[in-house]
């Protein structure tokens, strides 16, 4: 049965740890967005309440302090994500011709 056990504990600390998911918002002209960022293996998939499609988030970066995450728009940009795991803060922009303000705000583990 210890035999058993061992295994069974292991993987679902396993799964633990690729379920992660960020919910992150940020004030956007007076108005609270909020996008979500959920672990699949080894990419996050990131997804927002009022749009019905996710997008592939590459991890460029992580650790277990922080994790970074980049997604290429051909021809027309990158968009880069960084997440303190610590504070919970997270920043968002995304690079192009147009440079716009980044978006900063708070993040919530689920």
């Known amino acids: 049965m210890k035999k058993l056990l061992i295994p069974i504990i292991l993987t679902m600390f396993s799964w633990n740890s690729y379920a992660e998911t960020f919910v992150c918002s940020f004030i956007l002209n007076g108005d609270i967005h909020t996008t979500t960022y959920k672990r699949q293996g080894d990419i996050f998939l990131e997804s927002?309440?009022?749009?019905?499609?996710?997008?592939?988030?590459?991890?460029?970066?992580?650790?277990?302090?922080?994790?970074?995450?980049?997604?290429?728009?051909?021809?027309?940009?990158?968009?880069?994500?960084?997440?303190?795991?610590n504070t919970r803060e997270f920043g968002r922009t995304t690079v192009n011709t147009s440079m716009d303000n980044p978006e900063l705000g708070k993040c919530v583990v689920n």
């Open 48 to 85: 927002a309440p009022d749009v019905d499609i996710s997008f592939k988030m590459q991890i460029y970066d992580e650790s277990d302090n922080y994790l970074a995450l980049v997604q290429m728009f051909p021809g027309l940009g990158l968009s880069a994500i960084y997440i303190d795991k």
